[in-house]
């Protein structure tokens, strides 16, 4: 355990292997990514993350993990032949692909319906991360509607108490947030623009 003192801030950091435990455990973790700096749990303690965010209950998370073989195993197989395509270009990477899902398993992603936002991030820290816990709800580490914070600071000036992944100071994100795509009967949609242009 570290600490780091900046603007009268006291932040507690962790190494992979405590913050893994005290998700596990249900807390919420702040973590770094190649986009934006993000805050997450396990799937089954997601109503946290719309709470400490001040988030709508309608907007809903991301499902991240380490490698495409995590996250496919939730995914419609109508969906997997046109994901699989893209997931090998653009995985690991920028870009969150909206797919329809097995079972009831996005219920705790998103109450809107059965569709969740999968992604795989470039950061290496992050899949690490993802490695040791399997797949994570994730979303940006800001309150809903204020700006994406930048760095670990500014995440714990907004979320304090989270623990937060060292070593701080966190590799320089692209401040950019994924693209997001989502798949419809073999169609693609762009539903926000962002770091990756599509070909």
């Known amino acids: 355990m570290q600490f780091v003192v900046e603007n009268e801030m006291i932040t507690e950091q962790f190494g992979i ?15 770094p990514t190649d986009t934006l700096p993000a805050i997450c749990s396990y ?7 719309w709470t400490i965010k001040k988030r709508p209950s309608t907007k809903p998370l991301i499902l991240m993990g380490a490698c495409l073989d995590d996250l496919f195993g939730f995914v419609h197989p109508c969906a997997m032949e ?3 395509k893209l997931a090998k270009i653009y995985w690991p990477g920028a870009l969150t692909m909206v797919l329809p899902t097995i079972g009831n398993f996005s219920e705790h992603l998103n109450s809107n319906s059965n569709s969740v936002g999968f992604r795989v991030p470039a950061l290496r820290h ?3 991360l993802l490695m040791k816990t ?5 979303t940006s580490a800001n309150i809903s509607g204020e700006e ?11 979320f304090p108490g989270i623990p937060i992944l060292a070593p701080v100071p966190w590799p320089k994100a ?19 623009a962002g770091s990756v242009v599509l070909n």
């Open 17 to 31: 292997s405590d913050v893994a435990l005290k998700l596990k455990k249900g807390s919420l973790a702040l973590f």
């Open 126 to 128: 992050a899949r690490d």
């Open 148 to 158: 994406p914070v930048k760095d670990a600071i500014e995440a714990s000036m907004k």
């Open 134 to 138: 399997g797949p994570l709800a994730t």
């Open 174 to 192: 692209s401040g950019l947030a994924s693209t997001v795509v989502e798949w419809n009967e073999g169609e693609w949609n762009l539903l926000r």
């Open 82 to 84: 046109d994901c699989l």
């Open 43 to 49: 799937p089954k303690y997601s109503k946290k993350i």
